[in-house]
């Protein structure tokens, strides 16, 4: 380690306070001006919103314990919840679901008819307005037949209006047959039709 003498040492220190001096006044030249920036309410100005009065004067007598409890009840302006109270929020209504609506399905479609169910269900109706009115015993039961006010007399197996044909009879029933749309029909004795006898002149078939 080299050893300086005393005139050395003075020499350092001055060229070290020197350079110390220069740093100083180099800082104090180059430094920022601290930045400034306008107030946002003048000098004068009056807060719009209502703020909390302090702890009035107590009356003689009173109780600091309940003066200092009757603020704390006091609502702060501006402000939803006191943070000296430490409660939870109400809780928040769930919303209800939306009510599901059902549309029911469509009726189905009634199935198109041919035109055979179309005629057979014209000749059921057609054969449905003959009435039975009795019969006569003989060798061949004579049957008697009315539709629409005109009079038949018939027997098993007889062919009538063409295309209708007395298939079966009994005593108190007769089945018609339609030879072209095959639709059977049993019409019943009726009980309410005059004897056959009292009838005006029968048509043949």
């Not at 001096?21 to 430094?31: G, S």
């Not at 063409?162 to 079966?168: A, L, P």
């Amino acid at each position: 380690m080299m050893n300086l003498t005393r005139d050395q040492e003075k020499k350092t220190l001055i060229v070290l306070f020197a350079v110390l001096m220069l740093f100083i006044v180099y800082r104090a030249v180059t430094a920022e001006k601290p930045r400034t920036a306008p107030l946002a309410f003048p000098p004068g100005s009056v807060a719009p919103s209502a703020v909390r009065q302090g702890l009035a004067a107590m009356a003689s007598g009173a109780d600091p314990l309940n003066v200092f409890l009757a603020k704390r009840e006091e609502k702060f302006p501006g402000v939803a919840r006191d943070i000296f109270r430490m409660e939870n929020p109400a809780p928040k209504p769930a919303p209800k679901p939306a009510p599901l609506v059902v549309t029911p399905p469509p009726p189905p479609a009634a199935p198109e008819r041919t035109a055979e169910e179309i005629a057979a269900e014209a000749s059921r109706a057609d054969l449905s307005k003959f009435r039975f009115l009795g019969y006569l015993t003989e060798k061949d039961n004579t049957l008697f037949l009315s539709k629409e006010g005109e009079l038949f007399i018939v027997k098993t197996g007889d062919t009538l209006l063409k295309n209708y044909q007395v298939k079966d009879s009994g005593k108190d029933y007769v089945v018609l047959f339609d030879k072209v749309t095959h639709v059977e029909v049993r019409v019943e004795l009726s009980g309410s039709e005059p004897q056959p006898q009292a009838l005006p002149m029968p048509r043949l078939r």
